[in-house]
């Protein structure tokens, strides 16, 4: 850690990334944790966006649907309570 002019902090790329987990992992919001943590929300989008970038896409094989008669759905239960649910 090192002190920039203005009394903000430098985080390392080590320190960032480790917010960034704790961050998916916790249950709060952006403003929330970023009260917690004691950093601006504007630091920990931008260090999601250049970090997230650099992550290759992940993908989640999903069942292979067998009688198109019958009707089914397929829910998907995202960090920070976003769910997604498909009707086939």
Do not use: N
Not at 25 to 41: A, D, P
Not at 42 to 59: G, I, Q, V
Not at 66 to 82: F, M, N, S, T, Y
């Amino acid at each position: 850690m090192e002190s920039a002019p203005r009394g903000r902090r430098i985080y390392s790329e080590e320190e960032r990334t480790g917010i960034i987990s704790r961050f998916k992992s916790s249950e709060l919001s952006l403003k929330e944790f970023c009260l917690q943590e004691k950093i601006s929300m504007s630091a920990l989008r931008k260090w999601r966006h250049l970090y997230d970038s650099k992550e290759e896409p992940k993908f989640i094989e999903l069942p292979e649907i067998r009688c198109p008669e019958a009707r089914q759905e397929i829910e998907l239960k995202l960090p920070h309570g976003i769910e997604l649910r498909l009707k086939v």
